[in-house]
């Protein structure tokens, strides 16, 4: 694992359940603004899936972006997350 895959790691475990963030958002707090399409990179090489939630981080025009799974897990999971947060928040 690079130092930049840690950093891009660390940021997308700061993602609160139930939402999303950027491929950009991600870049910035890696330290590397302009490393959006190297975030996406990082991402699909993430180790840990089911600890790192790799697919909370969606595009910056709102939409789902790629996922190792496939989009369709991807959406699920989102779904899942965002009504278990509800549930935790209610």
């Given at each position: 694992?690079?130092?930049?895959?840690?950093?891009?790691?660390?940021?997308?475990?700061?993602?609160?359940?139930?939402?999303v963030r950027?491929?950009?958002?991600?870049?910035?707090?890696?330290?590397?603004?302009?490393?959006?399409?190297?975030?996406?990179?990082?991402?699909?090489?993430?180790?840990?899936?089911?600890?790192?939630?790799?697919?909370?981080?969606?595009?910056?025009?709102?939409?789902?972006?790629?996922?190792?799974?496939?989009?369709?897990?991807?959406?699920?999971?989102?779904?899942?997350?965002?009504?278990?947060?509800?549930?935790?928040?209610?």
């Amino acid at each position: 694992m690079t130092l930049f895959e840690a950093k891009v790691y660390k940021a997308v475990l700061g993602i609160p359940l139930g939402q999303v963030r950027s491929y950009k958002w991600v870049a910035q707090k890696a330290g590397s603004s302009g490393a959006v399409r190297a975030v996406g990179q990082a991402l699909k090489r993430n180790p840990y899936p089911l600890i790192i939630p790799c697919h909370r981080v969606i595009r910056s025009d709102n939409k789902i972006g790629g996922y190792a799974f496939g989009l369709r897990q991807k959406k699920l999971l989102l779904r899942l997350e965002k009504e278990i947060a509800k549930c935790l928040a209610g």
